[in-house]
C-alpha cells in the first residue's frame, strides 16, 4: 500500500520560512522513476500546481514551479530515503494554503493528506 505523509507544516509571519516533508512509503525502489511534486489549496478554494520534479534516472531532471513561487521555493527529493521535501522562504499570506505531496507515473497517481501553512501578515 502506497502511503504519503506530510510534515513540517505551520504557522510563520510574512518572510519566514518553512520545509515541507514528504516521506513515501510502499513503492521501494520505484520511487526514483515516479515524478513528484507539492500542492497546495487556499481555504474554500481548489487545488492547486505549487511544484513539480520529474524522475530523472540516468539524468538530472529541471523542477518546475508556478510562477508566484518561482525563486522562493525549491522542490528536492531523496531517492534513497523516498523523500520530498519543498523549502520555502520569503514566505507571504498568499502562500497560506494545505499542501499535498503527489507522487506519478504512467499508470498511477497518490496523494497524501496534506500538512497546513499559514502565514500572516
Known amino acids: 500500500q502506497v502511503q504519503l505523509v506530510e510534515s513540517g507544516g505551520g504557522s510563520v509571519q510574512t518572510g519566514g520560512s518553512l520545509k515541507l516533508t514528504c516521506a513515501v512509503s510502499?513503492?521501494?525502489?520505484?520511487?526514483?522513476?515516479?515524478?513528484v511534486g507539492w500542492y497546495r489549496q487556499p481555504a474554500g478554494e481548489a487545488r492547486g500546481f505549487g511544484a513539480r520534479?520529474?524522475?530523472?534516472?540516468?539524468?538530472?531532471?529541471?523542477?518546475v514551479y508556478e510562477t508566484s513561487v518561482k525563486g522562493r521555493f525549491t522542490i528536492s527529493r531523496d531517492n534513497d530515503r523516498g523523500t520530498v521535501y519543498l523549502q520555502m522562504e520569503r514566505l507571504v499570506p498568499e502562500d497560506t494554503g494545505l499542501y499535498s505531496c503527489?507522487?506519478?507515473?504512467?499508470?498511477?497517481?497518490?496523494w497524501g493528506r496534506g500538512t497546513q501553512v499559514t502565514v500572516s501578515s
Open positions: 503527489n507522487v506519478r507515473d504512467i499508470g498511477s497517481s497518490y
Open positions: 510502499g513503492i521501494a525502489d520505484l520511487f526514483p522513476s515516479f515524478d
Open positions: 520534479l520529474n524522475a530523472g534516472v540516468g539524468f538530472v531532471s529541471s523542477p
